[in-house]
RNA sequence: GGCCCUGUAGCUCAGCUGGAUAGAGCGAGAGUCUUCUAAACUCUAGGUCCUGCGUUCGAGUCGCAGCAGGGUCACCA
């Protein structure tokens, strides 16, 4: 048992003893003392003062008195004011670092591999355009959260949904028809998304051309938005691909074909995967079914002209359109589908879909709808939220050209990496393999270090016209901290053979030292957090303020160089558990941690 | 207009279920490499926590109202 918890069963075991208020260990809570006050865990007895009857200074008294005398691991304690600071003695710490000192995956669950399964959708792009800033986000962070449940135990199922079909895709596809004169990614030497996305561009371009033209010639912007020559063929193309039209299912397989090994290579440079792929294509059929079920349960209807639509006036929310009037299917239609499929396929304990917050209205009519469908588990389907990556100028829009195109976001970085780099000229013993490897981990490493701090729920803001940092708060900070301590661990290694050997008793430990380890100690509580909470920015935090305890520690204390062979070999042992730390909760960030740099 | 989210230092962000004098990084200023990797460390300056009212022993944190910004309310996804 760690020492806050045997702290709060002592400390409910002193109010009912003292006061006989009867309160139990989970309700105490124990906060770490503030810095400029000594002690290691503080008690605000406040909210106890009123049934002791006493000043709140006599009530810390007391119970700091009860404590300190029932546990030897609390080797003094303070009262400021209605604050009751414990100290923990050295010889606890030390014992901490001496059992994790032998555990590369401290801090980590073991998982089970015979639980249900949580399910994690993301990425889920369209096929119409490359990926932009705001799916790398997406991408990040599915990635991260996955990697999070695990670390906290979970069985976890990584999965795509890749919108394959619609609307969308048709519109790439008339422009290239149009406008293509048959380029292909090889004769263009353009990456297969970049290039099925140049005409998703084309044809937004002639489109508005034709509209602005109906418009002159006195047609209603909305009628002549409708009835564009572009747009009604768009859709006739929808319509011939869900008739199963030769042509048109060839031509988007080709183009499909290109955009997936464009995909392809954008994951595999951000480190991300999956253990299953969904094609809308191949789900949203039973997306159809779920809506005549509906229909014949009554739940949903149909109106005069064919639609069919789910009204959930009732919940507060309007009326919903499931099957269009010429009978094709929409969005909600196929994550329907999606759903009851995914459902079967993992009998999944959580179907977690990491998607933008802008589909907050979408999931919350999801879930409602699955629920009117009669499946009990519609209440697994849990939405993560994320906010907009916004531009200086405001949100990112395909269309008007101002996204931030994901491929060029990664050559900078790795660029940038290799400027640093090269400025600070300490690699030169690397082969050029090496160094190549390193720039890619330094570049993603700032690159997901910079997104997946924030809080997931936050909108935040990236200015491209201010590179991002690779001093301070940013990953490479963290990946510079674990390689000094590797080098230092590694000459330990060859020189001393010091590696989990220790004797223990009897060391004094300095203020740095103290502050390293209970940052270490904190370890699992935060990732429990942090998985609960969904949320890798805790992590990323907790990861920067033990590389900066560290910093400090190792500005200003020998360790190899440290004379008394004892301490030295405490100082090698925290050294490891550090590293270990920081690469197993980059590893959870989805980065990579160089062992030189 | 209805509903949802956000508002903390010049900028980007922390601040766990309410607790001590609100913290980091960047940027600004001053120091530290004959010493285990200076992508580091140390110090200084910088705040009406959007505003008001309320709940509480105690509010950046909870409630209500207002102001500002964003999202959404498509036969787009």
């Given at each position: 048992m760690n020492i806050t918890d045997h702290l709060t069963q002592a400390i409910a075991a002193a109010l009912n003893e003292l006061y006989s208020i009867s309160a139990d260990a989970a309700s105490i809570t124990l906060q770490e003392t503030r810095r400029?006050?000594?002690?290691?865990y503080t008690l605000v007895v406040f909210p106890y003062v009123k049934q002791a009857r006493k000043a709140p200074e006599a009530v810390a008294q007391d119970i700091g008195a009860h404590v300190a005398a029932n546990m030897?691991?609390?080797s003094g304690f303070n009262v400021v004011k209605g604050f009751l600071n414990f100290e923990v003695a050295d010889s606890y710490w030390l014992r901490f670092i001496e059992t994790i000192?032998?555990?590369?995956?401290?801090g980590l669950s073991e998982q089970?591999?015979?639980?249900?399964p949580v399910v994690v959708e993301y990425?889920?792009?369209?096929?119409n355009k490359p990926l932009h800033l705001g799916h790398i986000r997406n991408n990040l962070l599915g990635w991260s959260v996955s990697r999070l449940l695990e670390a906290a135990g979970a069985n976890v199922k990584k999965v795509n949904l890749v919108n394959?079909?619609?609307i969308h895709i048709c519109k790439s596809m008339l422009a290239w028809l149009r406008?293509?004169?048959?380029?292909?990614p090889e004769s263009t030497g353009m990456k297969g998304d970049h290039l099925v996305g140049k005409y998703y561009v084309e044809f937004d371009k002639h489109y508005k051309e034709e509209v602005k033209q109906l418009m002159d010639s006195g047609v209603e912007e909305e009628q002549a938005k409708r009835e564009a020559p572009l747009m009604v063929e768009a859709q006739q193309m929808l319509k011939r691909w869900e008739e199963g039209d030769k042509e048109v299912r060839g031509l988007w397989e080709k183009m499909n074909g290109w955009v997936y090994a464009g995909f392809d290579e954008t994951y595999r440079r951000l480190g991300v995967g999956f253990d299953k792929v969904y094609y809308e294509s191949n789900t949203y059929l039973l997306g159809k079914e779920l809506v005549q079920k509906g229909l014949d349960l009554g739940v949903l209807f149909r109106k005069d002209d064919g639609s069919v639509w789910c009204d959930l006036t009732a919940d507060g929310l309007d009326q919903k359109l499931l099957l269009r009037r010429d009978g094709t299917s929409v969005y909600m239609t196929q994550d329907l589908g999606t759903a009851l499929l995914r459902h079967n396929d993992f009998g999944a304990e959580r179907l977690i879909y990491v998607v933008g917050n802008e589909q907050d209205y979408h999931f919350k009519v999801l879930k409602l709808i699955l629920g009117k469908l009669?499946?009990?588990?519609?209440?697994?389907v849990y939405h993560l939220s994320y906010g907009m990556v916004e531009l200086p100028n405001g949100k990112m829009k395909s269309r008007e050209g101002t996204v931030v195109d994901a491929d060029d976001l990664i050559d900078e970085m790795e660029s940038t990496a290799e400027e640093m780099s090269r400025e600070h000229?300490?690699?030169?013993?690397?082969t050029d393999e090496e160094r190549k490897h390193l720039y890619h981990i330094l570049a993603l490493g700032a690159l997901k270090y910079f997104i997946l701090?924030?809080?997931?729920t936050k909108n935040m803001l990236f200015n491209p016209a201010e590179s991002i940092d690779?001093?301070?708060?940013?990953g490479p900070f963290i990946q510079y901290t674990h390689a000094r301590i590797r080098s230092i661990v590694r000459r330990a290694g060859e020189?001393?053979?010091?590696?989990?050997?220790?004797?223990?008793?009897g060391i004094q430990m300095n203020e740095k030292e103290r502050l390293v380890i209970k940052t270490l100690h904190a370890l699992p509580s935060t990732i429990r957090q942090a998985a609960a909470a969904y949320s890798p920015a805790l992590v990323a935090n907790y990861a920067y303020d033990l590389a900066k305890a560290f910093n400090s520690f190792y500005q200003d204390t020998p360790i190899l160089?440290?004379?008394d062979q004892k301490i030295k070999a405490m100082r090698v042992n925290i050294c490891m558990c550090v590293a270990n730390a920081l690469r197993n909760t980059m590893d959870i960030l989805g980065i990579e941690v160089p062992e030189r740099m």
């Open positions: 400029e006050f000594s002690g290691d030897p691991e609390v000192a032998s555990d590369g995956r401290f089970s591999a015979d639980e249900a990425s889920s792009p369209n096929t394959d079909r619609g406008y293509g004169n048959g380029e292909t009669g499946f009990s588990w519609a209440d697994k000229g300490k690699n030169d013993e690397l701090k924030v809080d997931p690779f001093n301070g708060n940013t020189n001393e053979g010091l590696n989990g050997q220790c004797e223990w008793d160089k440290e004379a």
